[in-house]
């Protein structure tokens, strides 16, 4: 059993999570030099660090940060250390999540870049900016933060961009977004709390709040005007400062007592806040006292469970290539087309779309299970209408967010019956933005836990390691999010996908031939196939929408300018035709397969570029032909 802490944004819809307090102003305390660069500790005296973690820990935190507040290019120049941006963000992620273990989510800790804002014409530019962020965020995720915190900002225009660094290089990760109010819930500049968290929530982050200032009052206040955030399903955090400092001698003395705080932040918990911690002069007697009087009961760790006849099976053999995979045919390129189950029950136009698509040459229907969590027909009945009505496979996208590890594997073992030969195993969207009242994630299997009971399933045991007399036959798929400025973490988890037996995956939309190139020669060392996703845009407007509004899509600058360079809509359309129309030619001959997603459901868009496939003769990589013909030899083992 491997143990999992909750989804985070699941958990803190229902629950208040304890974060820990002050990291500089309490290792200066502990009587690290003033003056020193925190950062650097991650490298030169990495236990002082774990050290801190623990202290909160053992008081109460349920969430703590990573050393990294002020870990960017800019801050880091003074110390003549610009370019350890990512090594140092790398590192602190870790400490952090040594520290943690199983039961404390680790928020990567971003502060502003120091440029100041707004700029004058000979500031460091935006770009500059955005990749100082873009390093840091790179560097946390690499060492496994649950979460981003991007904190302590007093310009709303550089939270934003740093949200919008975030969900670009790293779209899996919650985000916690929290700027500072002084005085009359504003900041310094007139903004207000409300305005700025309505903007923040907008750009990305999952809980907006505040932090540091200029003592409890304020921040309370602050929350009050927020509040109406909270009426909308939106967490609040509040991270206080331990009142307004002053100098005693050399010391500087916070004056606020743990006891006024954690009474404070009742309040602030009736206002919406789910997320409490503290800012400066705070320390692990403060959470101490927080845990007492809010009475924070510890997160329960959910067992992840794999099949208990995985780890002993594995090294018999591989897993089995499925349906899907061994029904494909040799020398041809394999295409799958994406259809969505509609938001109603007249499923016969997306019926006769799969026939037309077949008639064509499509080898499989791959249909989504209530994408970002919004009602649509069930995946597994349109699969097997599809199936029965054309004869060709259907890949089912099997979440881990609407059903527990019990429901989840009799669904599998009911797909079987019915016919299903191949399954996309996803951990889910959030089901915070569900269409649906009362709604609230599962989750007792994420990507690689499903990844592991199908493989189980297909080597005929479910997760308590007993048989099931059959085995299934599931090509079993992943989805892979291919970064071309960091491709490292996404292709590491694609190597342990492929460990625990996924056969091929599917990725988000690309849009250029050269980043097509680039990935497939760097997960060539996979025993997997890569089926690139192809969208074919419709618009300019479309275009900006999935670049700036769908987490881990990169519509290239140039392409975007072209679309938004034609005023009419149908120049619009025809330009953005011709560009996925030369795409899949400069790449069909290279690429595993295609994964085509179909606009807004118009299969007819799609169509062509099935034919064109078809009529071109594609052959691809040609490492799909290994495949052909597998399943007849498995059944036959089998008998």
């Known amino acids: 059993m491997t143990a999992m802490k909750p989804d985070f944004q699941e958990y803190i819809r229902n629950h208040v999570v304890l974060a820990d307090g002050a990291l500089g102003s309490y290792l200066f305390e502990k009587g690290v030099e003033r003056g020193r660069n925190l950062d650097l500790l991650n490298l030169q005296a990495p236990d002082i660090i774990f050290s801190a973690h623990e202290e909160y820990i053992r008081a109460g935190s349920q969430l703590i940060e990573t050393n990294t507040f002020g870990a960017n290019r800019f801050k880091l120049r003074e110390a003549g250390a610009e370019d350890r941006v990512r090594e140092i963000n790398r590192a602190g992620a870790a400490i952090a999540v040594k520290a943690a273990g199983h039961q404390v989510y680790v928020a990567g800790s971003i502060g502003p870049s120091g440029v100041g804002f707004p700029q004058d014409e000979d500031d460091v530019g935006p770009e500059e900016i955005r990749d100082a962020f873009r390093e840091q965020v790179i560097g946390l995720a690499e060492g496994g933060v649950d979460l981003l915190i991007i904190e302590t900002f007093r310009n709303l225009e550089e939270i934003l961009l740093a949200i919008g660094v975030a969900r670009e290089e790293a779209p899996e990760l919650p985000i916690i977004a929290q700027m500072v109010f002084p005085a009359r819930a504003m900041t310094v500049r007139g903004d207000d709390a409300l305005g700025c968290g309505i903007r923040m929530r907008d750009a990305g982050a999952a809980v907006v709040g505040t932090n540091c200032g200029r003592g409890i009052d304020a921040m309370v206040t602050a929350i009050g005007r927020m509040s109406s955030l909270a009426g909308d399903g939106v967490p609040l955090s509040a991270f206080p400062n331990a009142g307004m400092p002053e100098m005693v001698g050399h010391r500087m003395i916070y004056p606020a007592q743990p006891a006024y705080m954690a009474a404070r932040a009742r309040e602030m ?371």
């Not at 992943?478 to 071309?484: G, I, L, N, Q």
Request: proline share 6%.
């Open 269 to 639: 918990i009736k206002f919406g806040v789910h997320l409490i911690g503290g800012c400066c002069g705070t320390t692990p007697a403060h959470v101490q006292e927080f845990r007492s009087v809010l009475r924070i009961r510890p997160v329960r760790v959910r067992g992840e469970v794999l099949p208990a006849a995985t780890r002993e099976t594995r090294e018999s053999g591989p897993s089995r290539p499925g349906g899907f995979l061994s029904g494909l045919q040799p020398g041809r390129l394999p295409i799958i087309v994406e259809l969505d189950p509609p938001t109603h029950l007249d499923v016969e136009p997306v019926l006769q779309g799969a026939e037309r698509l077949a008639d064509v040459g499509v080898d499989a229907i791959s249909l989504g299970e209530n994408p970002l969590a919004i009602l649509r027909t069930g995946n597994l009945g349109m699969a097997t209408l599809i199936r029965n009505r054309t004869g060709i496979q259907t890949i089912i996208h099997q979440t881990g967010r609407d059903l527990n590890a019990l429901g989840l594997q009799s669904r599998m073992m009911e797909a079987h019956l019915l016919g299903i030969e191949a399954v996309l195993a996803v951990s889910g969207d959030s089901a915070s933005g569900t269409d649906q009242p009362g709604v609230s994630g599962v989750f007792d299997l994420r990507s690689p836990g499903l990844i592991a009971m199908l493989d189980g399933l297909n080597r005929g045991v479910n997760l308590a390691g007993r048989p099931i007399k059959k085995a299934t036959n599931f090509s079993i798929g992943a989805a892979f999010s291919f970064r071309p400025a960091s491709p490292g973490v996404q292709i590491g988890r694609l190597e342990k996908k492929a460990a625990l037996g996924a056969r091929f995956a599917m990725t988000q939309p690309l849009f250029s031939r050269r980043v097509v190139e680039q990935m497939m020669e760097q997960v060539a060392h996979l025993d997997i196939l890569v089926f690139p996703g192809i969208f074919p845009l419709i618009s300019a407007r479309n275009a900006e929408f999935l670049h700036n509004e769908v987490p881990g899509i990169l519509v290239p600058d140039r392409l975007r300018k072209k679309l938004a360079g034609y005023d009419q809509m149908e120049d619009q359309r025809k330009a953005a035709l011709d560009h996925t129309r030369q795409l899949v030619a400069d790449i069909g001959h290279f690429v595993d397969g295609l994964y085509l997603i179909s606009p807004l459901n118009k299969w007819n868009i799609v169509l062509e570029f099935v034919i064109q496939a078809r009529e071109g003769g594609w052959r691809g990589s040609g490492r799909a032909d290994r495949y052909a013909g597998a399943s007849e030899q498995q059944q036959a083992a089998d008998r």
